[in-house]
């Protein structure tokens, strides 16, 4: 089976703009999750998506928002982009199931200037 | 809140020898999971082993195998016979209800050739 795969790897915005970003899961899984990685914060859970409801969310502020298709594919939305957004934004699907592992994608690198 | 604790921000071993990544972790539940993840510099997360809390057996994956202590509630990896693709970050993470993995801060392992 293919991997996680997230879209776009690599992305550059200014304060100010939105960012969208995407997440195809492992093909059967129907939960996706997101996560940021920031060097000063480390890995902090930002939501989960099942089922194209959101079941799960952290401590972000509400420019940070998901939405997942009925085909799985998540995409996550930052708006009104700060330079403290510049992280590494992973997402990672599984079946859904209670303690299931989690499988990560590559990651995509937002950097904000 | 749970919170996972990695006391040891680097660790350097020779290749082919042994070491044990410390985990530490906080939670008043009775039911939950524990994984270790690696993190080399490409960044993609890689799933190394998962223990469940129920089961008294520390799990086994090849090389690298844990010890549980439920009580104490720590969570250390032990890799032998290390090898130069070990050479990562791992993390320790752990989840209970929901799909939300808490993260330790993570330890940078270093192999000597």
């Given at each position: 089976k293919a991997g996680v795969t997230q879209t776009p790897r690599y992305l550059i915005k200014t304060r100010g703009q939105q960012v969208t970003l995407s997440c195809s899961p492992i093909s059967g899984h129907r939960s996706v999750s997101w996560y940021q990685q920031t060097p000063g914060q480390g890995l902090q859970f930002l939501f989960e998506y099942f089922s194209e409801t959101q079941r799960n969310k952290g401590n972000f502020p509400g420019r940070f928002s998901g939405r997942q298709f009925s085909n799985s594919r998540s995409e996550m939305n930052v708006s009104t982009l700060e330079l403290g957004d510049s992280a590494l934004y992973l997402c990672a699907s599984s079946l859904g199931r209670?303690?299931?592992?989690?499988?990560?994608?590559?990651?995509?690198?937002?950097?904000?200037? | 809140a749970q919170t996972v604790t990695q006391s040891q921000p680097e660790?350097?071993?020779?290749?082919?020898?042994?070491?044990?990544?410390?985990?530490?972790?906080?939670?008043?539940?009775?039911d939950y999971y524990l994984f270790w993840y690696k993190q080399p510099p490409s960044r993609q997360m890689i799933l190394v082993i998962r223990q469940e809390a129920y089961?008294?057996?520390?799990?086994?994956?090849n090389r690298f195998s844990v010890n549980f202590q439920k009580a104490a509630k720590s969570f250390s990896?032990?890799?032998s016979d290390s090898q130069l693709g070990d050479a990562a970050m791992?993390?320790?993470?752990?989840?209970?209800?929901?799909?939300?993995?808490v993260f330790g801060a993570g330890t940078i392992l270093r192999v000597k050739s």
């Open positions: 209670r303690g299931e592992t989690q499988y990560f994608g590559p990651g995509t690198r937002l950097l904000v200037l | 660790m350097s071993v020779q290749e082919a020898e042994t070491v044990t990544l410390s985990c530490t972790y906080d939670t008043s539940e009775s089961k008294q057996q520390n799990a086994t994956e990896l032990k890799i791992y993390f320790c993470a752990y989840r209970a209800y929901g799909n939300k993995l």
